[in-house]
C-alpha cells in the first residue's frame, strides 16, 4: 500500500465527518463504542455519554475551535476507493468538487452531528485509551501540549 503516500485527493464519508469538524492543526481524539466494546471501557474512557462520539481537545485549542471557519467539498462518489478504515475514502486522480459548503460554529456543528465535545488542559491522560476496546482516532496529536511519540 506504498501507494498510499503518492499523490492522493481524500474523502470521509457522513458517519466520520465529525472526525474533520476541527481547526486543521487542531489536536484531538474521538472516540465511540464498537462492536466487543466493554462497558469498563465505556465508563473509564468516555463516562456516561448521551452522544454516540465524544470527542477531546486542549483548552488551548477552544477558542480556535469556535472561531474558525471549514469548507466542505462534496465529492463524486465514483471516482474514490474505499479504504475500509474510518469511514476514509481515496482518489488516485485529481476530481472536481460537485459543491462547495462553508461551515462556521464548529461546537455547534459537532452538537448537530451527535458529538459531544469535551475540553481538558491536555490530551495525554488519554493516551492508554488506544488500549481499550473502543475505537479511538487521533489526529494531529503531534500538535498537542507534552504529547511524545509512541515508544
Not at 28 to 44: C, F, S, V
Not at 45 to 50: E, R, V
Not at 64 to 70: S, V, Y
Not at 89 to 113: F, G, M, N, Y
Amino acid at each position: 500500500m506504498d501507494w498510499l503516500n503518492g499523490p492522493l485527493v481524500w474523502a470521509i464519508d457522513d458517519w466520520h465527518q465529525p472526525m474533520y469538524l476541527f481547526p486543521r492543526d487542531c489536536p484531538r481524539i474521538l472516540m465511540w463504542p464498537k462492536d466487543g466494546t466493554t462497558a469498563q471501557d465505556i465508563e473509564n474512557y468516555m463516562g456516561t455519554p448521551a452522544a454516540r462520539i465524544v470527542g477531546y481537545i486542549e483548552r488551548g485549542w477552544l477558542g480556535a475551535l469556535q472561531t474558525q471557519r471549514l469548507y466542505r467539498y462534496e465529492l463524486p462518489a465514483h471516482q474514490f476507493t474505499s479504504l475500509n478504515d474510518a469511514g476514509m475514502w481515496v482518489a488516485r486522480s485529481p476530481v472536481k468538487p460537485l459543491a462547495r459548503d462553508r461551515i462556521e460554529d464548529l461546537p455547534a456543528q459537532l452538537a448537530e452531528r451527535n458529538v459531544e465535545l469535551r475540553v481538558l488542559d491536555l490530551l495525554t491522560p488519554l493516551r492508554d485509551a488506544w488500549r481499550s476496546s473502543l475505537h479511538v482516532s487521533g489526529i494531529r496529536l503531534r500538535n498537542a501540549t507534552q504529547w511524545a511519540p509512541a515508544e
